[in-house]
């Protein structure tokens, strides 16, 4: 086992954490920012588009925060600390998504260690790419800012 992914071959996974294959079609909502929730997803086809929502003079904006695709995970950080939503998540195109019971999997990957290293991993590097991702961004917003007072 080397990731998130490998769990479908796992009997014990697969009888012990509720999970479903769940089709969008392009434009479906697949979270709401704000909601409730702790499944995890990983996409199995397809793109989708993470963004939040900024409101401004009772107008909104929906800036995109990333854009994802086969073999992604969202929904993690739910998954780990319980909060609402952070973001919004839209299919781009039709999508194949693997939903995963978040609390449920955290107590899988609790039980068995060995495995869990793996795919804690995996979902730790997932989390560093959109880190550093983000750092990019916010420097380029405060590049912008600083040009713009200058």
Do not use: W
């Amino acid at each position: 086992m080397t990731n998130l992914r490998d769990l479908f071959d796992d009997p014990i996974f697969m009888q012990t954490v509720p999970n479903e294959i769940v089709k969008y079609k392009a434009l479906d909502v697949i979270l709401k920012e704000k909601e409730n929730s702790q499944d995890v997803y990983l996409i199995l086809d397809g793109q989708v588009q993470v963004s939040t929502n900024i409101f401004d003079n009772n107008s909104r904006f929906s800036p995109g925060l990333a854009r994802l695709s086969k073999h992604d995970i969202f929904g993690e950080l739910a998954m780990f600390d319980g909060e609402p939503r952070s973001a919004e998540v839209i299919a781009l195109t039709d999508c194949e998504i693997a939903k995963f019971d978040g609390p449920k999997m955290i107590s899988f990957l609790d039980t068995y260690p060995e495995k869990g290293y793996f795919v804690l991993r995996d979902i730790f590097m997932h989390l560093v790419m959109h880190m550093r991702q983000n750092n990019i961004r916010t420097q380029t917003v405060l590049q912008l800012y600083l040009n713009e007072k200058s």
